[in-house]
């Protein structure tokens, strides 16, 4: 059923021109552009998924990192033997499973406790994986089997696509719906028969799939892969900040984002590779603000002027 | 029984620094309610600028710490003013305004930590200060972390009597209990918060400073100092200063005896309390 | 097989008992009153019925089912519904949305979508309210937002309906106005519980009347038999007098 407008058709040939181009990109550019566009496409997916739940529920989850992770690991243990797709699937699933898991264990934590929940269980899990690797093991970090620079690109492409398709249908769906009534109140919610719990839980695991997807897919681009940087504390917090700075209010919000973003840090980081992260930090700050509702707050305001 | 004394007055040492910088965090985000991602920074800042006073002017280092102390203390303040107070201004709700000042201060993380890199560049470094042997309850340690302690101990002693009786003291508990009564009984609250983060900041420098005189310090040394100071927050209690430094005694505590028994579970040992206590008790162990 | 049984039912809050072994039985269709002093724990019962809140001890059935401890969204299913205190809307999204979501999730199983659209249309101009439709819920006024949260709870199609202080906040004119709408509710056959201060309305409306002070049951019968009862009057000196 239709409950909000749907997609206007401006809006949709400008999404499918963007596919087109994306689809065509690695035959007209250089590698090193492929490589960069292949990482936006995993910060899109990443801010993405963290917002389909994050947005609507008002928690914060810092466990982005742990459920990327996993999916690297995922590529690292079947990569050799099974074929690339089913691998990536396999990846989101492993990453659906230990989402319902912490989500059954935390959600009932509230704002800032179920944040810092979530960055500790992310840290315990990358000590522990790393003490693992350590002392039982005996080698620290695995060898992945890696891909081309394309296959990787088209792996990350297919990744954001599903990511973000779901994400906008998901947003227009009676489950969204109901999401955002969970979000007003969580007790009326409970009273017209909407289990909270089970959306809550059903939601972030969805989540958790694609930053599983995204870590398999993306795993191809390295030959090795440790703990630290595979369960990394910035894969938490950067589809964090971009999500914000895009601006969680309208689904292109965190797309906007992460785009951004990486681009300038990208540019930043080949121009002024020794004052990058000052300039960052001063650039964020200004847009934080003047900016409170991010990029998408800006746009609102100026088309609705 | 001599290792025993070993490991705990250790423990206690490392507890106190800890302690402080926690009650700082408290301090920011217990009460001013801005998660101060940058907290660690102000330590590292504490750390150099106590570094370089001692090497370049050969500045006692507790002449340093005294020195900055109101100087942090404005620059806390004024950070306070400029940035954390407008967006209280502008965000319409709680949540916008705690998520916006966590994110402005993700920028000065950056800020600062660029500007440290470019001033120091990324090699560890340490001075020497009161290093000679001292024998503490028939342990031997290096005097300037028996200092370390006491001076710590200090800090808490005094700092938890001006919450208990300074008028300044009480305006502040009055606002970490509820902001708008304390705001009807006649206290700028807005000049209190702003006297709350710049406490919280000074609290880091001198802690900070303090770890100067005993570690090795680098420019990226301030996360680990947050992830410690959040760890310790939660165990004390979110607003509960008292708690932060309890907390960051036990804390010390712990992970000193975990250092001598496996050094290699430290981190896993802090990290599996933390998530122990967020899941049974996360009003923390000290908390109402 | 009772409709709704409370047997000796209690809720504690800390040291403090809310509700003690509070025994109670309605039988189905009628509207009965629930009144008693601010504090008898009205408002405690509505959430130890709705699922709000699990009793601390004791039993309540529904229609021979127990439902005590069921979380609030399987007992919604039931057939209990409920408004409350303070209106608890989805302001950010429109009327018609708030009564879509119960009528998808806490409507009956064999719902269609096809009838959807059409029975939300409905029980929007049995609420008069079918000109808001498209409205965000915040931008409403108080007794439209009342209404709105009325007619969600209708849309769940409940056979209990639970009102705590409907009439709170309204000028005489919505008073009436609202209740013709419970009048016209409980014609069509569904039980309520309603839970009132102001006692004209509670007097006119109600089958039967429950009084609760200090979480126990002091009274239980018909309006008539309420307004004599010694303890009633006892418990309401120097508050509002029965009429």
Known sequence: MDLSNGLPRKELSVWLALLLIALALPSFSPPYVVLSVTSIYMYVTLAVSWTIFCAPTGYVSLATATFFGIGIYVLALLGKTLPLPLVIFLGGVASLFLGILVGLICLR???????????????????????????????????????????????????????????????????????????????ASEHIGINVTLHRIGLFAVSCFFMGMAGAAMGTKFSYIDPNSAFSPLISFTPVLMSLFGGVGKGYGPILGAFILTFISELLLSRFPYFYTLIYGIIFIVVILFMPKGLAGVLTRTEQA | MRLILDVIISGLIQGAIYGLIAAGLNLQYGVARVLNVAHGEFVMVGAFWTYSMYTIFGCDPLLSVIIFSPISLFIGYLLYKSLFQYIRKSSETAEMFEGNSMLVSFGLLYVIQNLALLWWGTRTMAYSYFCSPLNFLGVTFEANRVLALFIGAAVMAGFYFFLRNARLGKAIRAAAESPTSAELSGIDIHKVLGLCFGLGATLACVAGGLISMMNEISASMGFPYLIIALVVVVLGGLGNILGSFLGGLLLGLVTTVVMYWQPELTLIASYLIFTLVLLVRPQGIFGR | MGFLEGNKVSKHFGGLAAILDLDFRVDQGGIIGLIGPNGAGKTTLLNLISGSLPPSSGEIRFKGEVISGLKPHLICKKGIARTFQSVKLFGNITVFQNIFLASVYGGARDFRKFDCKKRIEELLEFSGIASKSGVLARDLRIVEQKLVELTRALATQPDLLLLDEVIAGLNPAEIALACKMIKQISDRGITIIMVEHVMSVIMSMSDRIIVLNHGEKIADGSPEEISKDRKVIETYLGEDAPC
């Open chain 1, 109 to 187: 934590l509230s704002g800032f406790y179920f944040a810092v929940f979530t960055f500790g269980l992310s840290e315990l899990i990358r000590n522990s994986v790393l003490w693992w690797e350590h002392n039982i093991t005996g080698t620290v970090g695995r060898w992945i089997p890696s891909g081309s620079a394309g296959k990787v690109y088209y792996s990350m492409l297919i990744v954001v696509t599903i990511t973000v398709i779901t994400s906008y249908l998901i947003g227009r769906s009676k489950y969204g719906l109901a999401l955002k009534g969970i979000g007003e109140s969580e007790e």
